[in-house]
């Protein structure tokens, strides 16, 4: 997995996440944020013990609230996404 931060400020983190193919990711905390899908992906979502298989299509854009979670790529290929955290 890599996580890169393309933007900082004191409002906003911007981050871009990739997964390899099969990577499951560790736990962790995210603030409120927009995700927005890089690359066609089929996740699976583990959080406060729920899984949640999750498909999504490049150039999808959702709004997800704070959370603790765990992400894991179920697809065989690369999954990518640029992450918009506000800081509040």
């Known amino acids: ?3 890169t931060l393309e933007f ?8 871009r996440v990739k997964h390899a193919a099969h990577e ?8 409120d944020r927009l995700i927005i899908y890089l690359k066609d992906g089929h996740i699976k979502r583990t ?12 150039g999808e854009v959702v709004w ?3 959370s603790q ?3 894991e790529n179920i ?3 690369d ?6 955290e506000l800081k509040t």
């Open 1 to 3: 997995m890599g996580e």
């Open 24 to 31: 499951q990711h560790s736990r962790t905390m995210r603030h």
């Open 79 to 84: 999954h990518e996404v640029i992450i918009v």
């Open 75 to 77: 697809k065989d290929t």
């Open 47 to 58: 959080e406060g013990g729920k899984q949640q298989e999750i498909r999504r299509r490049a």
């Open 64 to 66: 997800k609230d704070r």
């Open 8 to 15: 900082e400020n004191d409002r906003v983190r911007v981050l």
């Open 69 to 71: 979670h765990q992400i």
